[in-house]
Each structure stands twice: as C-alpha cells, then as structure tokens.
C-alpha cells in the first residue's frame, strides 16, 4: 500500500509542474500583400511567429481601429533545414480602410512565455479610386533581369546576386518556386554549398511575379553565403519535389506522378582578400563594423578586478569577427573572461553585435590608463582595409585596504549552521496478521489490479514530460540547477582538499554565476555584479542574501584575479557557497516565492 500510495504521488507530481514554450530564438513578422490599397478594397495582413508552435494570438493594437479587421484563419508550418528544426506559426488577415490617408501598422506584438515579441511596423497608403493592383491580390512583380523562361504551370530558379565575392563577403542565395497552380506535397531540398559558411535569412517571401506576360505565385527562399576561401566554389543543385494532381473523378483521391524540379549548379568565384594595404595584426574580419569599449568601475582599489567589455558591431559575418586583444597595458594583469554573439538578419543583410571582456588587475595604484582597443577589418564595399578604435579610458587606483577592513567590509556577521537528525519510528512486531478470507477478497488486491493502468499512466506521462522539457531548456536548467550545482560544489571541496585555493575560488564562482543564471532564467555569465545583485533582488531575494552573494563572488574573484588569499578562506568559501544554494533554491521559475 505504501509502494502504491508512492506511485500515485509521483504521477501527481508530473501533472503538477508546469511546463511552458520555449521563449529562445522566437522572432515576429508582419508582412502585406501591398502597401497602396484603394479605399474600397481589402488587402491581406500576414503575422509569421517563429521558434512557438503554440504561441497565443497576436495582439494587433490600432490595427483595429484604423481598419475593419476579419480573420483569414491560421497555418502552421514545422521544417528541417541545412539541419536545424524550424517551425513556426501564421496567422493571415483581411484589412479594409475605412479612410484615406497614410498609416503604420504595427508594431504587432506577441506574448511568448512572459516576454513580448513585436515585430517592424508597416507604412500603408489608402487613395480613393483605383489602385494598382485587383483586388484583393498579393502584390505583382515584373521579373527583371535573367529569368528561367515558363516551361509549364510550376518551374523554380536558383540565383545569386553576384558571381564574384571576397572571401567570407556575403552572397545572397535566392531560391524561386513558381506556380500557376498548386501542387500536393511539395518538398525544398536544400543546395549543396560546401566551401561556405551559410545563414538562413527567413522568412520565406510569397508575392505574385509576370513572366511571359503570365502571372505567377512565387515562393522564395534566400540564404546568405560567405566564401571560406579564394578560388573557385560552386552552389549545387536544389530540387523541388512534388505531387501532380491525380484523376479527379474517381472516389479514392490519388496523389499523382512524383515530379522533380532541379536548378544548374552556379559557380562563384571568391577573390583572396587583396595584401595592399593590409595591417599588421590582421585577423580575418570582412564588412563594416564599429567597437566601443566600457568599464564597469571608474575608480578601484589596487589588485581589485575591472571589467573591460567590448562591443563590435556592423554587418559581415559577425561569427568569424576575431577578438580584439589589447597589448601589454602598463601597470595591468590582463585576462580573457569570455565572449558572446548575437546574430541580426535584418532586410536580407547578415550583421550582429559581438561582445568580448577582459578582466583588468591593476598593479599598482595611482591613474592609469587602459589604451583603446583596434579591431583591424577589409571592407568590401570599399575594397579596403580599414581600422576601428575605442577611446582611451581612465581609471583611478586607490591604495589598497588591509585585510582585516576587506573582511569586515565583505563579511558582516559570523554564519552559524543548524541542523536537525529524523530519528526512523520502527513498527511494532506482530502487526501483520494471516489473512482469514481469501487473497482476491481483500482490497489491496482489487487496488493492485489498477496498478499496470498507473505504471502505463506513468510511463505516457513520464515520456510527455521529457518530450516537453526537451523543448523548454529553461525549465530543465531550472529544475536541474541544484543538483549540478552540488555536484560542483563536491569537487571544488576536492580542490580545497587539494590545497588548490585559487582552482576551489574558480570552481565556486563558476558554479555560482550558473547556478544563478539557470534558477533565475537570465544570461548570467555576461552580467557584471552590479547586475548579478539586481537581478537576485528583483527574483525576490533579500537584501542580505544578495550582498552575500556578491561579497562571495568578490572573494572569489580577488583569489582568482589578483593571486591572493582574499577575504575568506577556503572553508568560508565553500561553506557560503553551500548557503547561497540553499537561499536561491527557494525561489520560484521567475522569481516567484
């Protein structure tokens, strides 16, 4: 009976934790099928969700109020592409203006997990009379330049907007998919493009293009190329496999002949970046970028650690910008302390920002100086080598303080631990008796029979919540993030074992910035400690709490960064970081008590 009654509070307790959507990678698209209506003709609002299957409605604002607004229904869409999973959901209004004049849609919004996506606002021009579209149509394009002559209702086209290229310089690769009827099960199998490094650019476009004097639905899917080295490359075949109508008055509806649509292979010629002009130090950047730099303290105590991030960004391929490494600073210990990336595609063209810090130690006290840091990039726009520079930053180093005013600084009170034993209450012998009726009688028995329906329940459930935490990793590092930490904490004890103080202090701060980024849900490894403690304070944690964890990481950082014992010892660290768990373990996903 205890076995059973344990059963059904596990399945209890996977009914009850809540799962949501994964918030990572979702991005909003509001497109038009034109951007001149006449007054007295409806035009199509498409809202695309990317990376939420099941994300809620979108909020249109004064969309509504500007036009009368009817749903046009609902798609979604899952795909695989060069490897990645894609999916994403589509919602398709039909607008009517119910004045003349200028306006923006937008921006429309979307709520995903507790954070709002919105997506880049839209200029509408409403006329009175005609305007140059039919009604109701998607905008019609003329096709210009080389174009694949009709060969029938449904052909394709692969181009490139250029044939020659600097190496890792963008290339947009543009996938067609004609049709003047629509074919069943169509399939995209991607080019193909070995030789270069490649970005999706999505959404796929859909608009109405005249070839032949014929009008066609078009489908085009782009993607950016960036050469990996001179010579010559060439972008593969890309199929388009689909399904003709089958005979249309029989009762069993056929799928039809399997047709395949495949493009020419293109060759592309990537030019070596030119060595007139190229500057010492030289690291391989292609594009247009700017670097600025900041600190997280203008005035610092000696041995005391500095932040010194930098930021690159621009347009190019922002993944291969290498990091900016500053010289020999006078007066410095200088140490790399991580990067990060963030990806923009915005209107076709491959850019981002790159964020790099360093963690500077100063020597010596008195006011010194960090130099400003170069980043040296060819701009193929220009054909030429160009160099971007920050500014000179100042800092003030005060002498530094005794130990004994670190610690009373850092440390305000003494920490006490209490803990409390559960002693086992045994069961008096004797208390089973032999059953007088028979086995299939008894109630246990008849519960038992229920057990292979739970065990199924179980498993189904079991199954469905690892399907669920697979798609929310925030939820996984949430729930996991306690015993990871343990486990860290374990063997940064092993090192403190050791008599590696400085490894231990590397351990606990490691495990301590994870453990906070994974219960709060924030990128806590990019932040500063200011921003550490913010965001403990706004997740719930009180005030002491917050300042102990700093003061920890502080410690840590002073063992690490500046070669001394700093102002706890091994055992104090150890132990303070065994009491931050516990404190941040009480607070809910979010920072919910």
């Known amino acids: 009976m205890r076995q059973l009654a344990l059963l059904i509070g596990v399945m209890a307790f996977l009914v009850c934790v809540p799962v949501t959507a994964s918030a990572a990678d979702i991005t909003v698209t509001a497109r038009v099928s034109s951007k001149r209506v006449s007054l007295n003709e409806t035009f199509t609002l498409s809202v695309v969700v990317e990376g939420a299957m099941s994300a809620p409605a979108p909020e249109l604002g004064r969309i509504v109020e500007q036009f009368t607004v009817y749903s046009s229904g609902t798609s979604s869409s899952m795909s695989?592409?060069?490897?990645?999973?894609?999916?994403?959901?589509?919602?398709?209004?039909?607008?009517?203006?119910?004045?003349?004049?200028?306006?923006?849609?937008?921006?429309?919004?979307?709520?995903?997990?507790?954070?709002?996506?919105?997506?880049?606002?839209?200029?509408?021009?409403?006329?009175?009379?005609?305007?140059?579209?039919a009604n109701g149509e998607m905008e019609v394009r003329e096709a210009t330049g080389s174009q694949t002559a009709a060969s029938g209702d449904v052909f394709v086209t692969m181009t490139v907007d250029k044939a020659k290229a600097y190496v890792n310089e963008q290339i947009t690769l543009s996938f067609k998919y004609y049709r003047r009827?629509?074919?069943r099960g169509p399939r995209y199998e991607s080019p193909d493009v070995t030789g270069f490094w490649t970005e999706d650019l999505p959404p796929p476009e859909e608009y109405f293009e005249m070839v032949d004097g014929k009008r066609y639905r078009v489908t085009e899917i782009r993607t950016a190329l960036f050469g990996a080295a001179a010579g010559t490359a060439t972008v593969g075949e890309a199929r388009l496999t689909y399904h003709a109508e089958g005979a249309p008055f029989t009762?069993?509806?056929?799928?039809?002949?399997?047709?395949?649509?495949?493009?020419?292979?293109?060759t592309i010629e990537v030019l070596p970046l030119p060595s007139d002009?190229?500057?010492?130090?030289?690291?391989?950047?292609?594009?247009q970028y700017r670097v600025e730099s900041s600190v997280d303290v203008?005035?610092?105590?000696?041995?005391?650690?500095?932040?010194?991030?930098?930021?690159?960004?621009?347009?190019?391929?922002?993944?291969?910008?290498?990091a900016p490494v500053p010289?020999?600073?006078?007066?410095?210990?200088?140490?790399?302390?991580?990067s990060s990336t963030d990806i923009s595609k915005k209107n076709g063209i491959v850019g981002g920002v790159r964020t790099f810090e360093y963690v500077f130690v100063p020597?010596?006290?008195?006011?010194?100086?960090?130099?400003?840091?170069?980043?040296?990039?060819?701009?193929?726009?220009?054909?030429?080598?160009?160099?971007?520079?920050?500014?000179?930053?100042s800092l003030k180093v005060a002498v530094r303080t005794t130990i004994d005013e670190q610690v009373a600084g850092a440390v305000g009170a003494a920490i006490s631990r209490v803990g409390a034993d559960i002693r086992y209450i045994r069961e008096p012998d004797g208390f089973l008796k032999r059953a007088s009726r028979p086995l299939y009688f008894r109630p246990a028995f008849l519960l038992l029979q229920l057990l292979p329906l739970l065990c199924l329940g179980t498993v189904w459930m079991w199954k469905d919540r690892r399907k669920r935490l697979s798609q929310d990793r925030g939820l996984e590092r949430f729930l996991r993030a306690p015993a990871r930490a343990r486990r860290e904490l374990k063997a940064a004890g092993a090192l403190s074992t050791a008599g590696d103080h400085a490894g231990t202090c590397s351990a606990v701060a490691r495990l301590t910035v994870d453990f906070i980024g994974d219960r709060l849900g924030v990128a806590s490894r990019g932040?500063?400690?200011?921003?550490?403690?913010?965001?403990?304070?706004?997740?719930?944690?009180?005030?002491?709490?917050?300042?102990?964890?700093?003061?920890?990481?502080?410690?840590?950082?002073?063992?690490?960064?500046?070669?001394?014992?700093?102002s706890l010892t091994t055992e104090e660290i150890l132990d303070e970081a065994d009491i931050l768990i516990k404190n941040i373990e009480k607070l809910g996903r979010g920072g919910n008590r």
């Open 277 to 287: 002009g190229r500057a010492r130090g030289f690291g391989g950047a292609v594009g």
């Open 251 to 266: 009762f069993f509806r056929t799928q039809g002949e399997k047709k395949i649509l495949s493009t020419k292979p293109i």
């Open 298 to 322: 203008q005035e610092v105590e000696e041995l005391k650690p500095v932040t010194l991030r930098v930021t690159v960004t621009g347009t190019g391929n922002a993944r291969t910008v290498p």
């Open 181 to 183: 009827v629509e074919p």
């Open 527 to 566: 932040m500063r400690l200011g921003e550490l403690r913010a965001a403990l304070m706004e997740a719930g944690a009180d005030v002491a709490a917050a300042d102990r964890a700093i003061s920890l990481l502080s410690a840590c950082d002073m063992s690490r960064f500046a070669g001394a014992q700093g």
């Open 80 to 133: 695989i592409v060069n490897g990645r999973r894609m999916s994403s959901k589509q919602w398709n209004y039909s607008l009517l203006p119910r004045a003349p004049g200028s306006f923006v849609l937008g921006p429309v919004e979307v709520e995903v997990g507790g954070a709002i996506y919105s997506s880049e606002p839209i200029e509408i021009e409403v006329v009175e009379g005609e305007s140059r579209r």
């Open 327 to 338: 010289d020999d600073v006078p007066g410095f210990k200088v140490y790399e302390s991580g």
């Open 363 to 393: 020597q010596q006290s008195g006011d010194l100086t960090i130099p400003g840091i170069e980043l040296k990039y060819f701009d193929p726009a220009r054909g030429r080598y160009d160099v971007a520079r920050t500014d000179d930053i």
